[in-house]
């Protein structure tokens, strides 16, 4: 992942402002590009403009309007004077779980940034979620920031040992080097109960064993130093969520990274996946690779 471009997502909210300033920051690490936008709700189309869903013409009254109401908000409440990376603004109309995916494959992304509002399981099946529906059909890169994230320099990758997992963490090389974070790996064992927990890790062939070494051929491939890499992957025993909510809260990581597979259906967490149980319950940010 080469951060050129930068895509956030944002409304007039807390949640909205944590994406934007999110952006700003790692815009400004990395000399990205940034562009922040707003998907105007379909009912708010006749209000506006009277259009159908899709990218409007900024000719109209009603876009030309939302534009430059996002630009006044922007400004006055998001974006410090004299802020050295240029922003720019652009609204979409239709339905904010597609328009907002479209808009960022359109414009040639890198990272889709979202801010990740705190709903119960009921209410997101009752109202509805963007986040959840983005992060289900984006082919980009999502960062959700919840409410008081701090400084994004520390990434903590959850890997299955797969070579697709693999994937998952030269995209998390990718933006650690773009942004300047440090960067640790975590994976879960899973055997019959009874089981001893480093029996994985102490097996010369054994599937932690392996990945050790996996790991450390990424790094050493895609970052400059690959001195930690002995250390570099944790190796936890039990259920895959709990174990990984662990370590996130032994670690303190600014970002969570984990693969996660696009589709399924909008609805309760709990008939959803591992990825979907993460994105949803870990308490800080989380970066997800489409796979």
């Not at 909205?16 to 707003?38: D, I």
């Not at 808009?103 to 963007?130: C, H, N, V, W, Y």
């Not at 082919?139 to 990758?157: A, Y």
Request: proline share 7%; net charge positive; charged share 20%.
């Amino acid at each position: 992942m080469n951060l050129h471009h930068i895509v956030v997502a944002t409304d007039e909210t807390d949640a909205g402002r944590q994406a934007v300033r999110a952006g700003l920051r790692l815009a400004a690490r990395s000399r990205a590009r940034l562009t922040v936008m707003r998907a105007v709700p379909v009912p708010a189309v006749a209000v506006l403009a009277g259009v159908s869903s899709g990218t409007a013409s900024v000719e109209l009254d009603g876009a030309a309007g939302a534009v430059k109401r996002l630009q006044r908000w922007l400004d006055a409440d998001v974006i410090p004077a004299g802020h050295p990376t240029p922003v720019d603004v652009s609204v979409t109309f239709g339905i904010p779980g597609i328009e907002i995916c479209r808009f960022a494959e359109r414009q040639g992304a890198d990272l889709l940034i979202l801010g990740r509002k705190l709903r119960s399981p009921m209410t997101r099946l009752l109202l509805g979620d963007t986040a959840d529906a983005v992060v289900r059909r984006s082919r980009i890169p999502c960062l959700f920031v919840p409410p008081g994230s701090g400084e994004l320099c520390q990434l903590l990758v959850a890997l299955d040992g797969s070579e697709r997992g693999m994937t998952v963490l030269t995209a998390a090389c990718g933006f650690a080097r773009g942004v300047g974070a440090s960067l640790r790996v975590v994976t879960v064992e899973s055997g019959p109960d009874g089981e001893w927990a480093g029996l994985g890790s102490a097996l010369p062939g054994g599937r932690s064993s392996q990945l050790r070494g996996r790991v450390a051929a990424v790094l050493g491939r895609e970052l400059e130093t690959i001195a930690d890499a002995p250390t570099a992957v944790e190796i936890r025993h039990g259920g895959i969520v709990p174990q990984i909510l662990a370590e996130v809260e032994a670690s303190h990581p600014g970002v969570l990274v984990f693969g996660y597979h696009r589709g399924g259906p909008p609805g309760m967490i709990e008939a959803g996946s591992t990825a979907r149980h993460l994105a949803h319950t870990a308490p800080c940010a989380v970066l997800t690779i489409p796979l």
